[in-house]
């Protein structure tokens, strides 16, 4: 799917984490050196071999094609008592070369009125979700026919799964249908990926399948209604419905139809004569530009960097409610979770544009070329990811780009080290739904990124066009963007491809610096340590070497690594003061090597990237330079490098910083930044800083600011930051909910508990989860009697299976901290109530992600 569709699936795995309280240039030909001593060479015993196995291994290969879906024709009516699809379909199709006389289709819960070949009724065979349709005579190549079915679809009676990353099967998803869930808003909308279309439309429900569309769609007349490609007409009805005709008339696959329905407020611009459209709530209408900010640009950009015009009719963008994904690249019509409906103050250093621009790069790779099979899944979504990184390069600098870029290398590593490793083509998943993963995403941009230094920028472009141009309107595999890349640039290519798409792993690099004063040579020693029962046991590792003899601009030398160990020699005047080995800090390596310390301030002092500067402060973290260093970092021009800097400043050694800190919490130029100068304020304990963190909550826009100011209050001023809590408590801000639920869980007012349970749907992500700890620890101070009711509130939260995982988690983590303190309480009886009640969300819970997080709760 998109980044979008990953969020829940990295959201479990940082939940994990918190269970456990992410010059000039010469292509130099390096000889290596083997090191080997005496006392290596030992004598073993044959290892016992391993049982070969007689069997091949599994092979998820690409859907075989028999008929070739040409055209689709929907009219859809909605009964929104039963949530049930009344639908009509006409698909128009032909053999795809072999003669043939049945049509398989994807049908899923369907019940069946009326199937037709060609104007007759057909004989037809419906089981496990598939409908097999008998076409009467034998059609050949040359010959199209059309099918007509007639069906009710209904997708919320459907047994359904899900993954990670999209946590419902159903398809299409009717929200509050009654219209009885206070003020939730009443939509319908669709979510394809994976195969999940033919529970509400009958097609050939495969990614290397295309059609054209047309959909009649038939609602009430106060909705606004979305789909592919371009609204044709509207027509009003007697009755007080509305039909609008949409019409794609360029093939897609059939995941990436769409639907959304609901009172949405619509904004639109155009951009180089296409209409784009902003689909929000109404009270967000007037953030709707801000939500989705820089769509206009970022298609300039995509365009210019891919070399193809964005090709689809138009651009629009829809958030709805309980979406069981974070976004979906539905061609021209994306749809997005609630979470990026923000105001344009909530937007503040808190942008969507990581989001917005995964989803629009999509709709070259994903859309305009697809993925043959989900074996292949990172054709789509590892450039998606990558966009992430193009995205913030080209709008925010190298340095944003590659903040971006470490932490998606991070969360990989994290993933396969917890979850286990597979080729990033990976024929042998167990369900497609397995490759929503941190490998499918963030190593597949990350070995997009290494693909772009390996050919160079210009042929990267170049090969892209190329790729989608060879390749628009169709199914892809790995192969077909290898062959781009090797025509463009001359290169052989098979080397990268074969180690990072076909093979599973990634290197580990123990990197040693040396300097041979006789013969004045710089020597980097470079060993591959990875095991080779779970990795590659060579990786082929070009990269570059930087070494600085003098302050300023490196002598760059080529290297390639291709062995298990080796030693790199480089002529040099003198002994340098620092060399760098990956120096534009690009591979997918867990990389471990030791610097001095004056190693890492000159590092900080001269080399220019990102990680240059960011690995320098960590590797001085505690070390006596750390104060001159740290100091500097404070005025560091990228945020991040300023905000790390705060972090790693001890106060004690350093009591003079103090000043150069509140500085920072009322003047730096970035949200977090200040945030964190606040915090550190705090920490101090020193009642001379509450004007500042009463300045924040008083004065500042940006709500992290807000929100820090009130938690320094709680630590320098208890009845102050009361105060403001009170004043704060009908904020809408889920970070200011937060805030004041942290004064209060210290309070011991149990009045204060109606507070939580009024306010916990304001919250999200991690702060639903402190927010509902807050909530556990204000209940202590009640006594047993309140720590078994609060326990019931959070049982009933979480096992409502339509609330979100972080809100389920968090409930089930309090009730956790409940039964736990009232174990040792002594008090049986409601002990083994809280006990019961974990059980039973356990067996309710339907996320197995959760499930494995709950393992040790309720012990």
């Known amino acids: 799917m998109n980044v979008s569709k990953l969020f829940l699936g990295v959201f479990m795995f940082s939940l994990l984490l918190l269970m456990g309280c992410k010059g000039t240039q010469d292509l130099v030909k390096a000889e290596p050196v083997e090191e080997r001593t005496l006392s290596e060479i030992v004598v073993t015993p044959e290892p016992e071999q391993d ?48 003669d043939t006389d049945e049509l398989v289709l994807d049908a899923k819960g369907f019940d069946l009125a009326k199937v037709q070949v060609n104007g007759k009724d057909a004989k037809y065979d419906y089981k496990d979700e598939i409908m097999t349709i008998d076409l009467g005579r034998t059609f050949s190549a040359k010959e199209k026919y059309q099918v007509y079915i007639e069906y009710t679809a209904k997708p919320n009676e459907r047994t359904y799964g899900g993954s990670s990353a999209i946590t419902s099967e159903k398809g299409l998803f009717f929200i509050n249908p009654k219209g009885d869930e206070g003020d939730k808003p009443q939509q319908i909308w669709t979510q394809g990926e994976t195969e999940n279309n033919s529970a509400w439309f009958p097609t050939i429900d495969k990614p290397n399948e295309r059609t054209t569309q047309e959909m009649y769609v038939t609602v009430q007349d106060r909705f606004k209604c ?100 974070g976004a979906m690249e539905n061609t021209t019509g994306v749809i997005f979770g609630d979470f990026v409906q923000k105001t344009e103050r909530e937007l503040i250093d808190n942008h969507n544009e990581r989001i917005v621009a995964h989803e629009l790069m999509h709709h070259w790779f994903g859309d305009y070329v697809t993925c043959e099979s989900w074996a292949n899944l990172t054709m789509n979504e590892g450039f998606a990811n990558y966009s992430e990184y193009l995205w913030f390069e080209h709008k925010y600098g190298r340095d944003a780009a590659d903040y971006h870029l470490m932490g998606e290398q991070s969360g990989y590593m994290m993933s396969s080290a917890q979850t286990g490793m597979h080729p990033l083509i990976h024929f042998g998943y167990n369900d497609k739904e397995d490759m929503f993963d941190a490998h499918s995403y963030n190593k597949g941009g990350a070995i997009l990124h290494m693909l772009r230094k390996t050919v160079g920028d210009d042929a990267f472009k170049a090969a892209l066009k190329l790729y989608l141009t060879e390749n628009k309107y169709s199914a892809v595999e790995a192969h077909d963007l290898r062959l781009a890349m090797e025509e463009v640039s001359g290169m052989d290519l098979n080397w990268f491809f074969n180690q990072w798409y076909f093979k599973q792993g990634h290197p580990s690099l123990d990197i040693n610096y040396d300097y041979d004063a006789t013969n004045k040579e710089a020597i980097v020693k470079i060993e591959q340590t990875q095991d080779p029962k779970e990795h590659q046991a060579v990786f ?61 301030v000159f590092q900080f002092n001269n080399a220019p990237l990102f990680h240059d500067r960011y690995s320098a402060l960590a590797g001085l973290k505690g070390k006596p330079s750390a104060v001159t260093v740290g100091e500097k970092a404070l005025d560091d021009p990228y945020w991040a490098i300023r905000n790390a800097a705060l972090k790693n400043i001890n106060i004690a050694d350093n009591p003079a910083i103090l000043s150069k800190v509140e500085s920072m919490a009322k003047n730096d130029k970035r949200s977090q930044v200040k945030a964190s100068a606040l915090l550190m304020l705090a920490e101090t304990g020193d009642t001379k800083y509450v004007s500042v963190a009463k300045n924040a909550v008083d004065k500042e826009r940006a709500y992290p600011v807000v929100s820090a100011g009130l938690e320094a209050l709680t630590k320098l001023d208890k009845a102050e930051a009361a105060k403001y809590a009170a004043k704060l408590e009908n904020e809408t801000n889920g970070s200011i909910i937060s805030a004041v639920g942290g004064i209060y869980q210290d309070s011991g007012d149990m009045s204060k508990l109606s507070f939580f349970e009024k306010n916990i749907d304001k919250t999200s992500g991690y702060g639903t989860i402190n927010f509902l700890a807050s909530y556990a620890e204000l209940s202590k101070k009640g006594g047993a009697d309140q720590m078994l009711k609060s326990g019931q509130n959070l049982g009933k939260m979480a096992l409502n299976m339509n609330d979100s995982p972080w809100k389920r988690f968090g409930a089930t983590k309090a009730l956790d901290d ?29 996320n197995n992600q959760l499930k494995g997080l709950y393992n040790n709760f309720g012990l």
């Open 818 to 846: 409940l039964y736990r303190t009232l174990k040792t309480s002594g008090d049986t009886d409601k002990t083994m109530l809280l006990k019961k009640l974990i059980g039973e969300i356990k067996s309710a819970e339907t």
């Open 540 to 600: 082929v590792l070009p990269m570059a070497v930087d070494i600085y003899t003098s302050a300023g601009k490196p002598t760059r030398k080529m290297i390639q690594m291709d062995q298990r160990k080796q030693e790199f020699r480089f002529k040099v005047g003198s002994k340098p003061k620092l060399v760098i080995a990956d120096a534009e800090h690009y591979l997918l390596a867990d990389i471990n090597e030791t610097r001095t310390e004056e190693e890492y």
């Open 226 to 325: 979305l789909s592919n490609g371009n609204l044709v007409s509207s027509k009003k009805n007697a009755d007080g419905t509305r039909t609008d005709y949409w019409n794609m008339d360029l093939p897609h696959a059939p995941y990436l139809f769409m639907l959304a329905i609901g009172e949405f407020a619509v904004v639109s611009e155009k951009w180089e004569g296409k209409l784009l459209e902003y689909y929000v709530e109404p009270a967000y209408e007037k953030d709707a530009k801000a939500i989705f900010s820089n769509t206009p640009e970022m298609l300039t950009f995509f365009s210019d960097f891919t070399g193809v015009k964005y090709p689809w009719q138009k651009y629009s963008q829809v958030v709805v409610r309980d979406y069981v994904s």
């Open 51 to 98: 049982e070969v196995s007689l069997e091949l291994p599994p092979y998820a290969a690409s859907v075989r094609r028999t008929n070739d879906l040409l055209h689709t024709k929907l009219d859809l009516k909605f009964d929104w008592s039963k949530q049930h699809v009344l639908g009509k379909a006409w698909l128009d199709l032909k053999p795809l070369f072999y």
